[in-house]
Structures are given as C-alpha cells and as structure tokens.
C-alpha cells in the first residue's frame, strides 16, 4: 500500500486533462512568445514518458542544460499552476473572490481608494452571502487598512460599522474553529482505533467530547458552525456506537445543504461527505429503503457533469460510492452478485493511487475479502486479507488489522487447513494481546477453533449451535456490538447449522425485514 515516490512537478503534469494541457500551451506561448521556450519544452518530454527519470528527460530534450534542470522545474511548476488558476477560477468561488482581493490591492498601491473599496464592499456581500467568514475578515482588515489612511465617509460611523462587522464574523469564526478542531479531533481518533472497545474507551472519549463541545443555540448558529457541529456528532456517536443519533444528526447535515442549495455546489466537499456517512449510518441501523434512496443520489452525483472539472470531488464520489454500493450488496445477501464491481474497485485504487489514503485501500481490501468470504471463495478472501496482514505498520484502524485476522482465521477453517490453524490462532491471539483488542467475540472464536481438531463431524453442528448461543449471549454486553459490525458471525454460523450458503441467510433475514 506504500507509494511509490515520485517527482511533484511530474504528478502535477500527469495530473492534468487534454483541455488543461491545451490551455497550458496557449498560455505558456502568450506570455512567452517563443515556440522553443525551454519550459515548453520540458513539458513537452515530462508529458510524454511513463516514469520519472532525469537522465531519460534530458536525452529525450539535448537542449536543457543539467545544471538549469531544477530551476526550470520550479518555473515550470508555477507556470502550469497560474494557467490552471486562469481555469479554475471559472468554477471555484473562492479562487475567484481571491482574484478580485487583488485587484482591490493592485488599486489601493496605486492610490485609487475608493475604486479599491468600491470592489471590497461588493466581494464582502458576496462573502458574507456564500458563508466564507475568513474571506469576509479579510475583506474587512483590509477596508479598515483603507479607511484608517484615507477617509471616504463619516469616520465615527464607518469606524464603528467596521469594527461591529470584525468582531460579529470574528464570533463566527472563532466557534467555527473550536467546531472544525473537534471533529477532526475525533475523526482521528476513529481512524486509529475505530469503534470504542470497553466502558473505558467510551469513559475517555464521552470526556473529551464533552470538554472540547463549546455552548451553543443551534438556530443561532451560522451554516459552517451548524456543518462542523454536525460533523462533530455524527463522529462522536459513531465511535461510541450510537447509530440512531449518528443517522440524525448525519441527516440533519445533509438537509442543511439541501436548504442551502448554492452551498452544494460551493462546498461540495462537505456535501458528499455528509451524504456518505448518512449511508453508513443508515447501513449500521439496517434502514434498508432510506439508504437506497441516497445511495441513488449519490449516484447521480458521480455519473453528472456538475463537478467534472474537480478532479479531488471526483475521486471522493468514486470512493464513497463503490464503498457504499459494496455495503449495498451485503445489506441484500448479494455477495456473489457484488463480485462484479471488484475490478472497479480495484481500477479505482489504481486511477487515484496519489490521491486515495491508506485508511481507504485498507477498507476497500478489507470488503472485498467479504464478499468473497460471503460468496464462499475463501481462497480469494484470505488473497485480500493477506494484502491486510502483511502490512508492517498497524497503527492505522487498528480495528480493522485485528477483524482482519479473526476472519482469516474462520476463512481457513473453511478450507479445511486445519495444519495452519494452531499456528495462525497463536499468532492471532498475540496480535489481538498485543493490540489490546481482545474481547468476549473473539475470545470465544479463537477457543473455538482450538478445539476444532478434536470435534467428532456427528457433533459438529452442536458445536456450531452452542458456539452460537454464547455469541448471542456475549452481544448483550455493551460494546460487543463492534464485533458484528465487522464480520456477521452468527450468519455464518447459522448457515452452518442449517447446511446452507452463509449470503442465503443474510438474502432470508433481508427479505424478513423488508417484506
């Protein structure tokens, strides 16, 4: 899963599209004027080979002298970013707020006050209207900069109105802040870890939450403070396994956009994401009709050409589809059928190997491996689950290493090696020691598959029953839950009881559910 590094300026070129490598050209060339500038020429060669490699580039272009290479690379690098500004700030709000920011500075060193607040008055109704605070403050430090050297109006009203707006969005942002840092507080906290494991780690995360919560009137609150406020939430009672609350305020975040339609399109970022995790909500809670519903919209959003000049929101809809349709497929007992979006998945890991993080592929492994755990292709499943333990470095989702192993180990049993067994589950218990993470679920597994050698076959179903019985005894605990958030265990071992395909009786209780 480690990337391979490679040069900035070499990602950056790769990166761009036919219409963005045309627009380069024409730009380079104006500003330029000369069809063999050495920049271009540089361009040219990075653009045409497969893999970074200076001595290639520099036999492909004789012209380009070794010892300008790297200062021509850095002039390269801002040119290609200026002409993407040029495109960009057609579709991205405030790049162009930025622009005009600008022009306002290029006036005011010029002299031309009133001209340069005229542009800042109107660029701070447009912030205000499309919730940039920062962008508002810095608007209005630099009207007071103006004001404070030239008067244009009645000093002691303007002043105060000034001073009343700094401090009001200063308000704003201050709690917006303590907002963002505690869901991103928590949200690290879940990609290490996951799901809380015992009174303990629920103890340690309810007081953090509680500490770092400021006071707050929701209707008061401005729409970033309600987006980070929601956000905030939906970690919290994410990680403690609350997931009707998660759903309700995953919810609430979504229709917030919804009520604020021009806001999708300006933060739509912040819009998918909260879409995504009102489907995971949803999925843990088994809301079957409301999570096809968004799943549907979600959908439309990747197949639609609204944001196809964003290649970052692009990636974020591919990811958060293809990981919401998987969680589709197992909802439905569709295990089999969900083999199909595999080598999609996999292209995708692929297309956006620079952009994608390691927190995803790991899940994305981890799901595969289910559905083919779930299709009974147990030898692809332990493929895709290697890909997981055979990572050095555990410390991110630490939850996910740990059920990783514990369904290696049931997809072995499976295949009947029963001679890699004893070694795999002493292994697997000294991870699970190791990592903290062994609790009643697996404890009762790994002492199950212990004693798999010495199960007479006529009473192997009896042991699949009682082994069952003490699951659903162990799942009335708290924080137990997490064990079947990962793995359906009791599924399985009831297709085992009942001699039949373990997605059949998912597909049953499904069907059982919604009718």
């Not at 162990?474 to 399985?492: C, G, H, M, N, V």
Request: with cysteine; aromatic share 12%; glycine share 2%.
């Amino acid at each position: 899963m480690a990337k391979q590094e490679t040069d900035p300026l070499f990602q950056l070129i790769k990166s761009l599209t036919k219409a963005e490598k045309r627009n380069f050209k024409l730009y380079a060339r104006r500003i330029n004027g000369k069809e063999d500038s050495k920049f271009i020429t540089l361009f040219d060669v990075m653009d045409d080979v497969d893999v970074y490699d200076e001595k290639v580039i520099l036999k492909k272009a004789p012209s380009l002298i070794p010892q300008q290479l790297s200062n021509l690379k850095s002039h390269l690098y801002g040119q290609v970013l200026k002409s993407l500004r040029l495109i960009h700030i057609n579709y991205d709000y405030p790049i162009e707020v930025r622009e005009q920011i600008d022009y306002a500075r290029v006036l005011y060193n010029k002299g031309l006050y009133k001209q340069s607040l005229r542009i800042l008055d109107k660029l701070k109704q447009k912030a205000a209207e499309n919730n940039e605070e920062i962008l508002q403050l810095e608007i209005i430090d630099f009207e007071k900069l103006i004001e404070g050297q030239y008067i244009t109006r009645s000093i002691g009203n303007r002043a105060e109105e000034l001073v009343n707006e700094s401090r009001h969005v200063t308000k704003i942002i201050a709690k917006t802040q303590e907002l963002s840092n505690l869901s991103i507080s928590l949200y690290s906290l879940y990609i290490k870890l996951g799901y809380v494991r015992n009174e303990e780690d629920y103890r340690v995360v309810q007081h953090y939450f509680k500490r770092n919560l400021p006071d707050y009137e929701y209707d008061s609150l401005s729409f970033n403070e309600k987006v980070y406020l929601c956000q905030s939430m939906v970690w919290y009672y994410y990680i403690v396994q609350d997931f009707v609350k998660c759903y309700r305020y995953a919810d609430r975040w979504v229709e917030l956009f919804k009520s604020h339609p021009a806001m999708i399109k300006r933060k739509p970022d912040l819009y998918i994401k909260g879409l995504h995790n009102l489907l995971a909500a949803l999925f843990n809670i088994q809301h079957y009709p409301k999570f096809a519903e968004n799943l549907l919209v979600l959908e439309e959003l990747k197949n639609s050409t609204l944001f196809s000049q964003n290649e970052n929101i692009q990636s974020l809809l591919s990811f958060y589809y293809y990981n919401d349709k998987i969680n589709l497929f197992f909802m439905e007992g569709r295990f089999t059928e969900g083999l199909v979006i595999v080598p999609d998945v996999l292209e995708i890991i692929d297309k956006f190997d620079n952009k994608i993080d390691s927190h995803r592929v790991l899940l994305f492994y981890y799901k595969i491996a289910c559905l083919y755990f779930g299709s009974d292709d147990n030898k692809n499943a332990v493929k895709y689950l290697n890909k997981i333990i055979n990572l050095k470095d555990v410390s991110l989702r630490e939850d996910i290493h740990c059920f990783a192993r514990i369904l290696n180990l049931i997809a072995h049993y499976e295949m009947g090696n029963s001679d890699l067994l004893e070694y795999q589950i002493k292994s697997v218990y000294r991870f699970l020691v190791k990592m903290d993470n062994l609790q009643g679920v697996q404890k009762e597994i790994i002492k199950w598959l212990r004693k798999v050698p010495g199960m007479l076959p006529e009473n192997i179903k009896k042991e699949f029953q009682a082994l069952k019985e003490r699951l659903e005894e162990t799942l009335k605990q708290p924080f137990e839950l997490r064990a079947f958030l990962y793995l359906d265990i009791i599924s399985w071992l009831e297709s085992k009881i009942d001699g039949v395909p373990v997605q059949l009786v998912i597909r049953r209780k499904f069907e059982e559910r919604n009718g």
